[in-house]
Every structure is written in structure tokens, then in C-alpha cells.
């Protein structure tokens, strides 16, 4: 705890099972408008759970959507993009598809307020409506009617990696041929998206290799063959070093959206765009960084980003596929919605003790806007878990 911290105090849990008061910083309000113009950047965006609803483990998805709207009208008026119907909305997590379709619609027609949907929002189409689909024809049937649903809103389409193609798949040309036939129907260029084994197990191999660099070798040679219907492709390996070597093979035009949660600085400065899940929290900051970016000034870019880095990588921490329990809390201390609730109960897969992590270091960024609020807040959680104030 910083000695010279005026704002409300909070008895927090620690690492090594003790209790200490924490006392919260102020506030740090930075004001851009307009899009950056030097890097394409979307947050992906979680959906705020209706908090009466049943929403438990297994059960259909109910989502407030008055405050999941306003969510993305607060990225957009930050000067972000919104990915939407990814995995930060709980895609195979919770978010069925009778849902996903009403947040497609609804959120791109939200989009029209600020611009032209199809520049300001893409959204997932994947394969998760048809589970059982074990063929490839039926897996790019499945992939064709999310296509369709998400032209027809009129977003940008971002192709997500397929767990039934993974389980289905007997080695690259079969990744081929879906992802071929999947690009020669769009009449627009697509998002391709690598997601990890850390953010989903069941998509350890894509591409056709459990090796890295031959996947690598496969998802180019895929790019390179349908070049002028890729936009580009969002990697989200968290190995940067991979990701500055991909980017300098994809042809001229393909752009990488680095998804890495860990290392996005870094990779942003030095050439790539973003599609990351951390921008949902942590908006504002990114906003005035990206602004810095266009502006030469790599000094105050670094300088705001830098305590962002190790809340996105305590959010992130393995297992990394509960990190929307990290984003939908701050989001709740930020005020953007009234309940830390989650579709399938995903408000339980994190500790109180990784939490208690997570206020902290939001507050040392300055990502919570109001810090009565926000204490108050992580009172009432902490009073449910036994802690006294």
C-alpha cells in the first residue's frame, strides 16, 4: 500500500492468507475522441448477464442488454472497434447460440450510431450451434449459416477456430478445404483467429500439427492462397516472439491482430494491430496510448500502457480461459453494470484471493473511475466471503 493514498480503504485478503488494509488511489481521467489512426485496434466485449435470470452452469443464456449495449457504446465513444460474439462473451462458455445471434443483431445495429457497422464491429462466426457435427461438409455447413447471420447484421466477420474442425480434422488439407471454401463464398476480406490451447484446450493441433512453426507454415500457406479475402488474421498464442515472425511472412496487406494479453505494448509499437480481450477493461488507458502512438510520442505511450501489463497478466493467469471472470468484475467496480454476474455462473471461477489481486492493480492503473464506488463495491463481495470490514 502506497503511504501517500487518499482514497476510501478496504480490508483485502493476501497471497499468503492474511488480511491488510488497502488504501485506493485516485482516479486517472484521460480524454481522447476520434479512432487512432496508425493501428486498427478492437476490444473484444463481454456480455453483462441479467443478474435475475437463472444464468447458472448449463442453462440458456440471459443477457441484460440494455447495459451490454452500453458497454460497447463506451468503447466506441473511447475510440475503440468492437470484436464481438468472441471468446471474451463467453463463446463455448456459455453464450448459446440463440444469444449470440441477438447480440450480433442488436449490438451492430447499435454501431450505426457512430459510423459504418461494418468497420466499427466484427463479430465471431464459428461451428458451437452444431456440436455434433463430425464431417468436414457439415462443419462448413455450421460455418456458413454464422457467416451469413453476421453479413446479414452487416459486421465484419471474424472466422473463429472450430472445435469441431479440431476433433474432426486429419491433418492440414483438411484445414484447407474448409477454410477454402469458407473464404471463396465471403465478399468481403475476413479476420482469420489462432486461439491457443491456453484459452481453449479442445484447439491444441489447428491447423493440422501440434508443432507451432508447421502450423505456422499451414496458416500461411492458407493466407498466401486466399490473400485478397484475408484482412487479417488475430493471433492469440501469448508467445510474442512467434507473433513478430508471422507478421513479417503474412503477404503484403494481411494485417496481425496481436491477441496477446501479455505482451500487446510491445507487439502494438512495433507493427501490429489489436484484437484483445484486456482492451475491454482497460479501454480508456488504451485509447490515450494508441492517440500517443499516432502522435510520435513513444515515451507517454509506454508510459501509460506500462501499469496496465501486470493487471493483464494477473487477469490472464492460467488457467487463461477464466479470464472474463476478471473482466466482467472490473467492469462491475467501474460501474458499467450493477451485478458481478455471469452467464453459466463464470463468477465463481476465480478466487476471492485473485480478485483481491485484480482491485489492486486496476487501482494502481487508474481503471476505476470511481473509487467509492469501487470500494463499497469489493465490500459487499468481500462481506459475502466472511471478511470484516
Not at 466499427?120 to 457439415?138: F, N, S, V
Not at 489447428?206 to 488475430?234: C, F, M, P
Not at 470500494?375 to 470490514?389: D, F, I, K, T
Amino acid at each position: 500500500m502506497t503511504a501517500d493514498r487518499t482514497g476510501p480503504a478496504v480490508t483485502l485478503p493476501t497471497a499468503e492468507g492474511e488480511l491488510e488494509t488497502y488504501r485506493l488511489g485516485g482516479s486517472k481521467t484521460r480524454a481522447v475522441s476520434g479512432f487512432p489512426t496508425s493501428r486498427i485496434a478492437y476490444a473484444a466485449a463481454h456480455v453483462v448477464a441479467d443478474p435475475l435470470a437463472w444464468n447458472g452452469p448449463g442453462a440458456p443464456a440471459s443477457v441484460d442488454w440494455d447495459a451490454t449495449l452500453r458497454f460497447r457504446r463506451h468503447l466506441w465513444s473511447h475510440g475503440l472497434r468492437v470484436a464481438d460474439a468472441m471468446d471474451t462473451a463467453q463463446r463455448n462458455m456459455g453464450l448459446d447460440w440463440a444469444a449470440t445471434k441477438e447480440l450480433i443483431a442488436r449490438s451492430t445495429a447499435e454501431a450505426k450510431a457512430y459510423g459504418d457497422p461494418a468497420e466499427l464491429i466484427a463479430c465471431g462466426a464459428g461451428t458451437d450451434h452444431t456440436p455434433a457435427a463430425a464431417t468436414l461438409p457439415e462443419i462448413v455447413a455450421a460455418y456458413t449459416e454464422q457467416i451469413e447471420v453476421v453479413r446479414a447484421a452487416g459486421a465484419g466477420v471474424i472466422i473463429m477456430a472450430s472445435r469441431q474442425l479440431a476433433a474432426a480434422a486429419d491433418g492440414p488439407d483438411d484445414y484447407h478445404a474448409v477454410y477454402g471454401r469458407l473464404l471463396s463464398q465471403v465478399d468481403r476480406p475476413v479476420i482469420l483467429h489462432w486461439l491457443g490451447e491456453m484459452f481453449d484446450p479442445s484447439l491444441a493441433g489447428y491447423w493440422g500439427s501440434a508443432n507451432v512453426e508447421e502450423a505456422t507454415d499451414q496458416l500461411l500457406t492458407l493466407i498466401r492462397d486466399h490473400a485478397s479475402k484475408v484482412d487479417g488474421v488475430k493471433v492469440s498464442l501469448l508467445d510474442a516472439d512467434h507473433e513478430v515472425r508471422l507478421r513479417a511472412a503474412l503477404p503484403e496487406g494481411v494485417r496481425l491482430y496481436t491477441g496477446d494479453d501479455f505482451n500487446y505494448p510491445e507487439l502494438i509499437a512495433s507493427g501490429s494491430d489489436a484484437l484483445l480481450g484486456v482492451f475491454d477493461p482497460i479501454a480508456p488507458v488504451a485509447a490515450a496510448a494508441l492517440h500517443a502512438l499516432d502522435q510520435g510520442d513513444t515515451a507517454g505511450y509506454v508510459e501509460l500502457f506500462a501499469p496496465t501489463v501486470p493487471l493483464a497478466r494477473k487477469i490472464f493467469e492460467t488457467p487463461t480461459y477464466h479470464y472474463k471472470t476478471g473482466i466482467v468484475f472490473l467492469a462491475w467496480l467501474a460501474g458499467h453494470q450493477d451485478a458481478f454476474t455471469m452467464v453459466n455462473g463464470a463468477q465463481s471461477a476465480r478466487s476471492l484471493v485473485h480478485l483481491a489481486e485484480v482491485f489492486r492493480l486496476a487501482d494502481a492503473a487508474g481503471l476505476l473511475p470511481d473509487p467509492e464506488q469501487a470500494a463499497r463495491r469489493m465490500r459487499s463481495l468481500l462481506a459475502v466471503h466472511g471478511v470484516e470490514q
